[in-house]
DNA sequence: TTCATGATGTTATATTATATCATTTCAGAA
DNA sequence: TTCTGAAATGATATAATATAACATCATGAA
């Protein structure tokens, strides 16, 4: 049963232009699969779509984007229906929305569904090819914990969305 | 002509719920006085009423509650008058979008005014009472600049908005 | 004055997101 | 198996946020 250990999700996408992507989607689908299973939440056939099409590319996707493109393969489509499935993915942390950009992407961590849902993310996009890659950092974990904590903050949510130009898009 | 010392924006308003805040206005005021006339940079009588509704608090304001504010005061104006008035002192850095809310705040860092327009700003929000807290924290600065830095990413934007509950709204 | 530039006014519209209620689906109880 | 309540989806309408496009006005330099 090592079905989600034969695919994986690209880390890196910068690194990775040519990777094949098509083993990024199984990866985020199984994963869902899994993760969905084990909490006792439905992920139904409109979700998964929905949560394929977001895996389309390392890029994040509007809300009215991924709307067309579920259009495209089932008819008429209303916008709730395209809000409620992404309501659902990022609720269970299959899918993060990118308040910088008001877009989506999916998750890039398939470890962090152990346990939490809806866990931090923080991102680096690049404004030139428009990847978006989310990034685990110990030492800015430590710096977002070690200022709140010493403000007395508790925090519920994170936003962290470096924008820039990434090592392949400079001169 | 110590205009600007005779007043000052308070540094933690989470800690300082009482405080004499129209010494804030003052401040922010002044302060965006002296950075546009050092610059060049008109601060034109819509610009400067627009910057002390913004400044009627330390809590994030709504683009359109922000027009509402404006019509009490001019009557009928039109949202791209706000709009462009926000856009012009976001561009100066006298003024922040929080993505996470879709709303605007004064920017708490007088000095951060000196040579950079539109710097970076980190942000602690609690959700019960409002308040959005604009952090300073090398430790943070040196994350950020860390992870961009190891990945060959050049940072041209910071959005940076942790949200939860201050030490005020705990229990 | 004249001209160029930037700021504001005005109208229309784009984009993103949600409220509400009807209908369908589905897991579990009987 | 059928029944039933809860969850999911469908469908319609509308809210909330933001910008495009063009007209007019103000400002300051030549
Ligand atoms: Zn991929
Ligand atoms: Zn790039
Ligand atoms: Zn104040
Ligand atoms: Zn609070």
């Known amino acids: 049963m090592a079905k989600n250990a034969d695919?994986?999700?690209?880390?890196?996408?910068?690194?990775?232009?040519?990777?094949?992507?098509?083993?990024c989607i199984v990866s985020a689908l199984d994963g869902a699969e899994a993760t969905c299973a084990r909490r006792g939440e439905r992920l139904t056939p409109l979700r998964r779509q929905v949560l394929e099409l977001v895996w389309r590319g390392h890029r994040p996707v509007g809300a009215y984007d991924l709307l067309a493109l579920l259009q495209d393969e089932r008819g008429r489509v209303a916008p709730p229906t395209?809000?409620?499935?992404?309501?659902?993915?990022?609720?269970?942390?299959?899918?993060?929305?990118?308040?910088?950009?008001?877009?989506?992407?999916?998750?890039?961590?398939?470890?962090?569904?152990?346990?939490?849902?809806?866990?931090?993310?923080h991102f680096l996009i690049c404004q030139e090819c428009g990847l978006a890659v989310e990034m685990r950092d110990g030492q800015l974990d430590g710096a977002i914990n070690g200022l709140a904590g010493r403000a007395?903050?508790?925090?519920?949510?994170?936003?962290?969305?470096?924008?820039?130009?990434?090592?392949?898009c400079q001169g």
Chains 1, 2 share one sequence.
């Open 7 to 23: 695919y994986q999700r690209i880390e890196n996408p910068f690194a990775a232009p040519g990777h094949d992507h098509s083993s």
């Open 82 to 121: 395209i809000y409620r499935a992404l309501e659902f993915l990022c609720d269970q942390g299959l899918v993060h929305r990118l308040d910088s950009l008001q877009a989506f992407i999916g998750c890039g961590h398939p470890g962090s569904h152990d346990e939490e849902h809806h866990h931090a993310a």
């Open 152 to 168: 007395g903050f508790t925090i519920a949510d994170e936003t962290v969305e470096i924008s820039g130009l990434c090592a392949e």
